[in-house]
């Protein structure tokens, strides 16, 4: 009993030192602050999504846009839930040039800012805000255009989308025929359209473009061997293959793709087409190699 007080006593006058050398305004050494220490980490990954206006549920720009969110801050991270990067680092591939997840050390600075009670540091160590492209860049479909968008999603749907489907499901030779044949056809229009601008309808992102890159991104894992879709690959295409590596290039992209799910379903899951359920291990795609799309087609 009387040991335990002593140590209360030590303890209580300890931290009255503690309290008087570190007044609240001044940071103690070693402490993890927002400002110097944390704030680079949202910057770097969490500020694309989590801003005003965008689709993810709350701003981290700020300390105080942060604060309120701490423990959820900590327990997201921890987990590698946030920011979402859907790839098992213990299997296969482990490095990616244009890796978004936080290193361990990104981790445990949280960690240790949020078990250190969330401080907010100097003001000074602050870095200058980030920043980002204007949102209203892109409309998904702007009203001038809106005509020509459901038109060419129509086509893209019918052609692309669907067609690599039609393809690698049919069961008689024909109608095989048909599909694919028409699917490269559609492709290649697409691919010298690409040749002179940007974007499907100009220097303007749209819809359409997003509706043409999911199917894109799967063609050379996928439909090129498994649905049989091969004329030609993506990465064969002078003008679909940089334009492709620039919409995934685009903020945020990069983290919704993930290969390795993408092979495994279609190689496991159709019986009848890949009985053995073998997943190929190929192909090698660089998607991060610079596309150039964004100089060319300047002005
Ligand atoms: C690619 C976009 C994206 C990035 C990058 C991202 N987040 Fe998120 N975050 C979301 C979305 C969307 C949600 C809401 C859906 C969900 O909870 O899965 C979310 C939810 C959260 C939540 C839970 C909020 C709640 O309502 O409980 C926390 C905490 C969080 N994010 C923290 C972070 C942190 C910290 C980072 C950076 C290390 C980060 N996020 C990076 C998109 C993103």
């Known amino acids: 009993m009387r040991a335990i007080l ?16 570190a007044p609240a305004n001044t940071v103690a050494q070693g402490q993890v602050t927002f400002t110097r220490d944390v704030a680079p980490i949202l910057q770097n990954r969490c500020q694309v999504c989590h801003r005003p206006d965008t689709f993810a549920p709350m701003s981290l720009l700020t300390y105080e846009d942060a604060r309120p969110w701490a423990r959820a801050i900590k ?16 299997v296969g591939v482990r490095h990616f040039t244009n890796d978004v997840s936080l290193s361990d050390e990104e981790i445990a600075t949280i960690v240790k800012w949020v078990d250190g009670g969330a401080p907010k540091g100097n003001l000074a160590d602050m870095p200058a805000p980030r920043q980002f492209e204007d949102l209203d860049k892109w409309h998904i479909a702007p009203p001038d255009l809106v005509e020509k968008i459901d038109a060419l999603n129509k086509t893209i749907y019918e052609r692309v989308n669907n067609g690599v489907y039609l393809a690698g499901f049919a069961t008689r030779q024909k109608p095989y025929e048909r599909a694919a044949t028409r699917l490269f056809q559609t492709l290649d229009e697409l691919d010298a359209r690409l040749g002179s601008s940007r974007y499907l309808f100009g220097n303007r992102m749209t819809e359409t473009d997003w509706r043409l890159f999911v199917t894109l991104i799967r063609f050379d894992a996928v439909y090129h061997g498994h649905f049989k879709c091969n004329i030609r690959r993506i990465v064969d295409y002078p003008n679909l293959w940089p334009y492709l590596r620039d919409l995934y290039q685009h903020d945020g992209v990069a983290a919704t793709v993930n290969f390795d799910h993408i092979k495994r379903h279609y190689y496991m899951t159709h019986d009848d087409i890949n009985p053995t359920r073998i997943v190929p291990i190929g192909p ?16």
Not at 75 to 88: A, Q, S
Not at 284 to 299: I, V, W, Y
């Open 6 to 21: 002593i140590v209360v006593i030590v303890v209580m006058a300890t931290l009255v030192t503690a309290g008087a050398q």
């Open 75 to 90: 327990e997201k991270v921890v987990i590698r839930e946030m920011p979402p990067w859907y790839i098992d680092k213990n």
């Open 284 to 299: 090698s795609l660089d998607l991060t190699a610079p596309h150039g799309r964004g100089e060319k087609f300047s002005n």
